[in-house]
């Protein structure tokens, strides 16, 4: 149980192009899924909290403009990187929440060229 | 600011031999406590957790750990580790507040190779 995925796995776009990376639970429903960025040989960074029917949550420093979330459904978040920058290359893990415990996915690997 | 710190970066160790990586938190308010491992290749998984009772949880694969409140610790532990547990391992806290709730902090993990 508890089985989080994350479509596309990898992606490699050109600069200036947006991208969008789903996120789902498969087997449960969150209200309150997380995005992470992990860094070579780092931990892992959140970037946000998104709230199923509202407004995501930003971390300090990261741009909401361009890193946007959508969770439109107890399934499913999106989070989508708009004018892709190459500094915006990295690994984009989400999580979802079940009774305070997330639940990871296998993460996306983004390339902006 | 709270931070997580994870004593050792990089361990390796032979088959059979104990394993212990230590983690240290520095929020002193009320704490659920995580210990994630990520395989080669493979997303994290939990491994065990600590919300409250007991300080010793047992999770997956052998390993268990000791929520000690003085010390602010949460060390991971197996007595005897396997090649396949090569891999990386984080540490993560969440501080338990109204407009926090669910939030980790990680720290900047143990990468251990276990040696045939």
């Known amino acids: 149980g508890a089985v989080v995925s994350q479509h596309p796995s990898w992606v490699i776009c050109k600069s200036g192009t947006s991208v969008k990376i789903e996120c789902r639970s498969l087997d449960f429903q969150a209200t309150t899924m997380f995005w992470y960025r992990q860094f070579p040989k780092q931990s892992l960074m959140l970037m946000a909290t998104?709230?199923?029917?509202?407004?995501?949550?930003?971390e300090q420093g990261v741009e909401k403009d361009k890193f946007l979330i959508n969770h439109a459904s107890l399934t499913l978040s999106t989070l989508t990187v708009t004018s892709a920058h190459p500094e915006d290359s990295s690994f984009y893990i989400c999580?979802?929440?079940?009774?305070?415990?997330?639940?990871f996915g296998p993460g996306t690997r983004l390339l902006v060229l | 600011a709270q931070s997580v710190s994870q004593h050792n970066h990089h361990v390796i160790l032979s088959e059979a031999a104990s394993l212990e990586l230590g983690c240290n938190y520095s929020y002193g308010g009320t704490v659920n406590l995580f210990w994630y491992v990520q395989y080669p290749g493979q997303h994290l998984q939990l491994l065990l957790k600590y919300f409250s009772g007991d300080p010793l949880v047992k999770g997956i694969k052998g390993f268990e750990a000791e929520f000690i409140k003085s010390k602010f610790s949460f060390n991971l532990r197996k007595p005897s580790v396997q090649w396949s547990d090569t891999a990386e391992y984080f540490c993560a806290v969440n501080v338990v507040t109204t407009d926090s709730w669910g939030k980790l902090q990680f720290g900047a993990g143990t990468q251990v190779v276990v040696t045939p």
């Open positions: 998104s709230n199923e029917g509202s407004k995501a949550t930003y």
């Open positions: 999580s979802a929440a079940l009774k305070e415990t997330q639940y």
